[in-house]
């Protein structure tokens, strides 16, 4: 067992630390320009070092050609599974917008409802009464 072997699996290891904030950030934007090359070169290295004997190099390297393989499929920008794209269609945005409304309101419903009954008391009771201007 060569100590460079686990030299190079902590340095992969560390890669995949500092990508996994892109992968969990849904609004990120990686061009496949730049995930495609990465997962590439990740690919070539573990099979490079698979081929020296070097497993856990190879098990780091195919571990980050994994992640950069993620990341293009999940946050290249024009990927159907990139959750921050924009709504397409007029129907779509009309569509959300109705249940984002339709999500407040019932917020503030359930809201209000529950501000009144945990606050009111014999003495702080507010008035329903109308008042004429």
Avoid at 41 to 56: D, E, N, Q, S
Avoid at 111 to 122: G, H, L, M, R
């Amino acid at each position: 067992m060569m100590w460079q072997d686990f030299i190079f699996m902590i340095g992969s290891s560390l890669s995949i630390v500092f990508l996994a904030p892109t992968l969990r950030d849904t609004a990120a934007q990686v061009p496949i320009a730049t995930s495609a090359p990465s997962m590439i070169i990740g690919g070539v290295y573990a099979f490079t070092f698979a081929t020296l004997g070097m497993t856990f190099s190879a098990a780091g390297a195919l571990a980050t050609c994994v992640m950069w393989t993620l990341i293009g499929f999940f946050r290249a920008p024009k990927s159907p599974y990139n959750q921050s794209h924009a709504v397409g269609s007029i129907s779509e945005r009309i569509d959300l917008f109705c249940t984002d409304a339709y999500l407040w309101y019932d917020h503030k419903r359930h809201q209000n409802s529950v501000q009144v009954d945990s606050y009111v008391s014999a003495d702080t009771a507010p008035s329903f009464t109308s008042q004429s201007d």
